[in-house]
């Protein structure tokens, strides 16, 4: 139970219980809303810490088995701090646009993050020497776009055992195709989101910096402990 008022607490001080308005709010979301202040709906986080703790606990499943979880929030609030969570686990991420195939056409993919890390080992040992000023320049160019899209999935060679998306709304493309794989979603839903196809919902802000970084550092840790077996704790990253 101390944990337990720990974590909402560290939920509270993070904004994760804000809403939005109610003309926005998504029916699967209304079991979860507690009130609303300000015209803001307000998520009941007593309900909300047991989502992350069921959560938490499939994370660290998941760490146990050292599979790994692709770590998504392309929208501006959440880039950073899925960015900064993934790596501090050695986690794959998409800090930016979701490409198409990422998941359901994975071949293709994997194709293409292997033409980038060839062409970066060829440029660091000097061998696109051998090409024009201006053919040097459009690979460059090709290697930045490449990059652009690829960098955070490089580590990637097998399907992921799970992502973990901020506003499944947003990534409704990343959600789609994992759903038609099989693959379980983990997902910080705000109350604008439909969480009917989610595996593992976490009702909560999913606009505000601070609220993602403490859930995804939250789903983050529980990755590690797992991959530590260690008990799980709840504090976040």
């Known amino acids: ?6 974590t909402i607490d560290a939920m509270f001080k993070a904004g994760v ?59 501006y609030e959440a880039r950073a ?10 986690m794959p991420f998409v800090d930016g646009r979701w490409v198409g195939g990422t998941l359901t056409n994975f071949k293709e993919i994997r194709r293409r993050i292997d033409k980038m890390e060839k062409l970066v080992e060829e440029r660091e040992k000097g061998e696109l020497a051998k090409y024009t000023k201006k053919e040097r320049l459009l690979i460059d160019r090709e290697i930045a776009r490449l ?3 690829f960098l955070g999935i490089v580590s990637v060679k097998e399907m992921p055992k799970a992502i973990f998306v901020v506003d499944p709304k947003s ?20 109350s604008d989101c439909d ?30 402990d797992g991959k530590l077996q260690k008990p799980i704790e709840n504090k976040p990253i």
Do not use: C, W
Request: aromatic share 8%; hydrophobic share 45%.
């Open 81 to 90: 701090a899925i960015r900064s969570v993934a790596q501090s686990i050695n």
């Open 171 to 190: 990534e409704h493309n990343a959600v789609a195709e994992a759903v038609e794989l099989g693959i379980p979603v983990i997902a910080l839903a705000g």
């Open 17 to 75: 219980h804000f809403g939005f308005a109610r003309s926005r709010r998504h029916p699967t979301i209304a079991p979860y809303i507690f009130g609303v202040k300000n015209k803001v709906e307000i998520f009941d986080l007593e309900k909300t810490v047991d989502l992350l703790d069921a959560a938490k606990k499939f994370a660290a499943s998941v760490g146990s088995t050292g599979k790994q979880i692709i770590f998504i929030g392309g929208k």
């Open 195 to 224: 969480i009917s196809n989610i595996d593992y919902p976490i009702v909560g802000n999913d606009a505000a910096q601070e609220s993602i970084r403490f859930v995804a550092g939250e789903i983050a840790g529980a990755y590690q």
């Open 147 to 149: 990059e652009h899209l």
């Open 1 to 6: 139970m101390e944990k337990t008022n720990k």
